[in-house]
C-alpha cells in the first residue's frame, strides 16, 4: 500500500488518513523533500514514509527533533516514520545538517 495524497493547496499537503486511522503522507527526497509542508491532525497516528532517491550523503537522515526521531534513509528504500503528535503547531524536520528542511504543520484535532 503506497499513501497518496488527497490535497494540495497553498503549498500544503494534507495527510491521507489510511488504515486504522492513520494519517499518512509518502515523502520523496531528491534535492529537497517533496511535499515539504506537510499538514495532519493531533492526537492520531501519523506515518511519513521517506523514499531517498539521491546519493546526497547529506539527506542520509531525517530528523524530527521535537519528536526525538533521528532515521537513516538508505537509498532507493521507502523508510516509516511513526509518532502521533500531541500538540496542534508548526515542526520542523531536516537533514542531519539541517540544510535541507520541510514543516509538519499540526492543526489541532
Known sequence: VHPVVLLRAAGVTA?????????EVEVVV?????PDRIEVREGR???LTFL???SNPCTEQVVIGDFG???TLPEGER????????KAGE???HCSMNM??????????
Open 91 to 93: 515542526y520542523t524536520f
Open 30 to 34: 531528491q534535492g529537497g523533500y517533496t
Open 100 to 109: 535541507v528542511r520541510g514543516t509538519l504543520v499540526v492543526r489541532p484535532g
Open 45 to 47: 497516528p501519523v506515518r
Open 69 to 71: 526521531i533521528a532515521r
Open 52 to 54: 531517498r532517491k539521491e
Open 15 to 23: 495527510a491521507r488518513e489510511g488504515d486504522g486511522g492513520v494519517q
Open 79 to 86: 523508510v516509516p516514520v511513526e509518532f502521533t503528535p500531541r
